[in-house]
């Protein structure tokens, strides 16, 4: 679905996230909009195909905001999109900008009642000594619409911005995340929070790390981790005590010193962090690594994957336009087999746990057009080139792709480049199904 007309700042994407079946696929954007893509069912006329994503519904989900306690703008910009649980035939999900969490209702309506008795059709009141008969109203087929209505409003929960928010698995609350604090919410409670991790020192000075992302367990409503700007996870358990400063486990990587650098730190800090869908294995993301991590083994990951270690020699000019400080998500496929994060130059990656291989696949208009494979992409550093070689030298560093999402059963995968969303589907890459 790409546009071709130069983005906005508002236009950017700034969140992708299937829902729990896959059939409907939600995206925010930094103009504070969401934008709901649902699948049609397959044809009749050829039962096998894939159904397309359109779109479903959009509304504006949060306005810009202005704080007068501390004199700072609040962008509107979406900054997470979980879906919760389908209860009924009516959806929902959380959004959050950076202070303000809500939670949205969807519901369909392809009927309307006709025949009040007080009521004429333009809905006035009719005068009573009229109605000398009384009817009973009747539901009559309408157009199918669409409604999305906000059922709830979290706010004032959260001093620094917002990085994350997860539902758990009891489908009764979830947490919110910022830089120093984690909170635990009842889905159905808006005015109070549980604070249940507290990293901000006495004194700010003492600061020596943030939070950086934070998810619960699939499977276990008492689990939840945490990621830091240091590389490590903790893993808490909110049966051992009601603040969860003290976690159960710490995952960390002994540092090697012969790869010590200025930018280590920097490079280090993990973006984000996604428990595999059997719960067993942890996935996070750093700047230029993608790591596996088995929840029994704290020492160190028991996979480690280069997502573009060709950028090593470049830190210090990443460094200087800012592109050091970048935050890449990760996604697991359905299977926990293959896992995708993305790169520059539109670039994403793919690597298959199980064959060790790996691929470079480009989000672009040429890779949009229905039914196109998408080729395999290479970057070279210097040396030969093959033909369709990109040099490290070309990167485009303003395309980056910092949100991407897998369908939780098949191979589709959203991908959002800037103010493009690509769903690639099927056979993503013969390689890597």
Not at 177 to 195: C, E, G, K, M, P
Not at 329 to 354: H, K, L, P
């Given at each position: 679905?790409?546009?071709?007309?130069?983005?906005?700042?508002?236009?950017?994407?700034?969140?992708?996230?299937?829902?729990h079946?896959?059939e409907?696929?939600?995206?925010?954007?930094?103009?504070?909009?969401?934008?709901?893509?649902?699948?049609?069912?397959?044809?009749?006329?050829?039962?096998?195909?894939?159904?397309?994503?359109?779109?479903?519904?959009?509304?504006?989900?949060?306005?810009?905001?202005?704080?007068?306690?501390?004199?700072?703008?609040?962008?509107?910009?979406?900054?997470?999109?979980?879906?919760?649980?389908?209860?009924?035939?009516?959806h929902?999900?959380?959004?959050?900008?950076?202070?303000t969490?809500?939670?949205?209702?969807?519901?369909?309506?392809?009927?309307?009642?006709?025949?009040?008795?007080?009521?004429?059709?333009?809905?006035k009141?009719?005068?009573?000594?009229?109605?000398?008969?009384?009817?009973?109203?009747?539901?009559?087929?309408?157009?199918?619409?669409?409604?999305?209505?906000?059922?709830?409003?979290?706010?004032?929960?959260?001093?620094?911005?917002?990085?994350?928010?997860?539902?758990?698995?009891?489908?009764?609350?979830?947490?919110?995340?910022?830089?120093?604090?984690?909170?635990?919410?009842?889905?159905?409670?808006?005015?109070?929070?549980?604070?249940?991790?507290?990293?901000?020192?006495?004194?700010?000075?003492?600061?020596?790390?943030?939070?950086?992302?934070?998810?619960?367990?699939p499977?276990h409503?008492?689990?939840?981790?945490?990621?830091?700007?240091?590389?490590?996870?903790?893993?808490?358990?909110?049966?051992?005590?009601?603040?969860?400063?003290?976690?159960?486990?710490?995952?960390?990587?002994?540092?090697?010193?012969?790869?010590?650098?200025?930018?280590?730190e920097?490079?280090?800090?993990?973006?984000?962090?996604?428990?595999?869908?059997?719960?067993?294995?942890?996935?996070?993301?750093?700047?230029?690594?993608?790591?596996v991590?088995?929840?029994?083994?704290?020492?160190?990951?028991?996979?480690?994957?280069?997502?573009?270690?060709?950028?090593?020699?470049?830190?210090?000019?990443?460094?200087?336009?800012?592109?050091?400080?970048?935050k890449?998500?990760?996604?697991?496929?359905?299977?926990?087999?293959?896992?995708?994060?993305?790169?520059?130059?539109?670039?994403?990656?793919?690597?298959?746990?199980?064959?060790?291989r790996?691929?470079?696949?480009?989000?672009?208009?040429?890779?949009s057009?229905?039914?196109?494979?998408?080729?395999?992409?290479?970057?070279?550093v210097?040396?030969?080139?093959?033909?369709?070689?990109?040099?490290?030298?070309?990167?485009?560093?303003?395309?980056?792709?910092?949100?991407?999402?897998?369908?939780?059963?098949?191979?589709?995968?959203?991908?959002?480049?800037?103010?493009?969303?690509?769903?690639?589907?099927?056979?993503?890459?013969?390689?890597?199904?």
């Amino acid at each position: 679905m790409p546009s071709h007309r130069m983005p906005s700042e508002a236009d950017i994407i700034s969140t992708v996230e299937f829902n729990h079946t896959g059939e409907l696929l939600a995206t925010g954007d930094k103009g504070g909009r969401v934008v709901i893509f649902q699948r049609e069912p397959e044809s009749k006329n050829a039962p096998h195909s894939q159904g397309e994503y359109d779109v479903y519904s959009t509304f504006q989900s949060h306005e810009p905001e202005f704080d007068y306690l501390k004199s700072l703008e609040i962008e509107e910009k979406i900054n997470k999109i979980k879906w919760l649980p389908q209860q009924n035939a009516a959806h929902s999900l959380l959004s959050t900008n950076d202070k303000t969490i809500k939670l949205w209702k969807i519901t369909e309506r392809d009927k309307r009642p006709e025949g009040y008795n007080l009521k004429d059709e333009e809905g006035k009141l009719k005068d009573l000594s009229t109605v000398t008969s009384l009817q009973v109203p009747v539901l009559k087929p309408m157009d199918l619409m669409v409604e999305v209505s906000p059922r709830r409003i979290f706010a004032n929960g959260h001093t620094y911005h917002i990085n994350s928010i997860s539902v758990n698995s009891d489908c009764e609350t979830y947490m919110s995340a910022d830089d120093l604090r984690i909170n635990l919410w009842h889905l159905a409670v808006t005015d109070r929070s549980f604070n249940i991790v507290d990293i901000k020192p006495a004194n700010m000075e003492d600061l020596t790390e943030v939070i950086t992302a934070s998810e619960f367990h699939p499977h276990h409503c008492n689990l939840f981790v945490y990621s830091s700007s240091k590389g490590s996870l903790r893993l808490c358990d909110m049966r051992a005590a009601a603040l969860c400063d003290k976690h159960s486990k710490l995952f960390e990587e002994p540092e090697d010193p012969s790869n010590r650098s200025f930018f280590s730190e920097i490079i280090s800090s993990v973006s984000d962090v996604k428990f595999s869908h059997s719960g067993r294995y942890m996935l996070t993301r750093d700047y230029l690594t993608v790591k596996v991590w088995d929840l029994n083994m704290e020492a160190r990951p028991i996979e480690t994957y280069q997502v573009h270690d060709y950028l090593r020699s470049k830190l210090c000019s990443l460094y200087e336009n800012d592109c050091i400080f970048d935050k890449f998500e990760c996604a697991w496929n359905g299977s926990d087999s293959v896992i995708m994060t993305g790169a520059y130059n539109n670039f994403f990656r793919m690597f298959d746990r199980n064959t060790k291989r790996d691929v470079t696949l480009e989000a672009s208009r040429e890779s949009s057009k229905p039914r196109a494979v998408l080729k395999p992409r290479r970057v070279c550093v210097g040396g030969k080139r093959r033909r369709d070689d990109i040099s490290v030298d070309s990167l485009d560093f303003t395309k980056k792709i910092l949100h991407t999402a897998w369908h939780p059963a098949e191979n589709i995968i959203a991908i959002a480049a800037t103010n493009n969303l690509y769903i690639f589907q099927d056979k993503v890459n013969s390689d890597m199904r």
